[in-house]
């Protein structure tokens, strides 16, 4: 267990249902960040949060939706998703966004879009 | 903007052989350089880091990497590994002087298999 944690770890959804992946930190950290992890790609930074206020969004498709009620929670909404969003979605956190803190990730949320 | 270059996307190795997972990047700035290693069905694991100082950083499990600046590279070596190591090894560089809220980019990675 690294200290964050990522929850539902699989999910399998239809393109119109509307589901919410959820991470959580109790490290302290003031940072969060989503990452998508496809296949043979690099990992793509989708949204970093830093004192909960969002700092990037990296022109993620508006079905993608972030929310960051406080330091330790992150959740990412879905909705109308299409089969190529099926990847692996990572959670990490830092102790701010610095670039010389490392991060710390959680296990992952495996998404399949059907 | 930076980008990481890791042009191996698979190393076989035999186990207690010496390994060298190679990385090089690109970037217009000064640069932090991470390597993370990622387990079957796991996040990513911080190994080693290189912010500044020393061009010889040491990790976790026996790992080490080397900062080239003329080379660009962050090549990372192990003297003699185990089937443990066995994993996806990802290269990741920022912006020193950036307030860091473009993250890390990271390379596609590197797939290390242990023979025995």
């Known amino acids: 267990e690294t200290g964050v944690t990522q929850t539902p770890r699989h999910l399998v959804m239809g393109m119109t249902n509307k589901k919410s992946l959820k991470c959580e930190q109790h490290l302290g950290h003031n940072a969060m960040y989503w990452y998508k992890q496809s296949a043979k790609k690099p990992l793509e930074l989708m949204f970093v949060?830093?004192?909960?206020?969002?700092?990037e969004n990296n022109s993620v498709p508006s079905r993608f939706s972030p929310e960051c009620p406080n330091s330790s929670h992150l959740f990412l909404h879905l909705h109308t998703l299409q089969p190529e969003d099926s990847a692996l979605y990572l959670c990490?956190?830092?102790?701010?966004?610095?670039?010389?803190?490392?991060?710390?990730f959680g296990s992952g949320t495996r998404l399949t879009v059907v | 903007a930076q980008s990481v270059t890791q042009l191996d996307s698979q190393v076989p190795v035999f186990e207690e052989a010496p390994v060298e997972l190679r990385c090089n990047y690109s970037?217009?700035?000064?640069?932090?350089l991470f390597w993370y290693v990622q387990y079957p069905n796991q996040g990513l694991q911080l190994l080693l880091k290189y912010l500044s100082g020393s061009t010889l950083v040491k990790g976790i499990n026996g790992f080490e990497a080397e900062f080239n600046k003329s080379q660009t590279s962050f090549h990372l070596r192990k003297p003699s590994v185990h089937i443990s190591d066995t994993a996806e090894y990802f290269c990741a560089v920022s912006d020193a002087a950036g307030g860091g809220a473009d993250g890390l980019t990271f390379g596609k990675g590197t797939h290390l298999i242990i023979q025995p």
């Open positions: 990490a956190s830092s102790a701010n966004t610095g670039n010389a803190y490392g991060y710390t």
């Open positions: 970037s217009s700035v000064s640069v932090y």
């Open positions: 949060y830093n004192f909960k206020e969002q700092t």
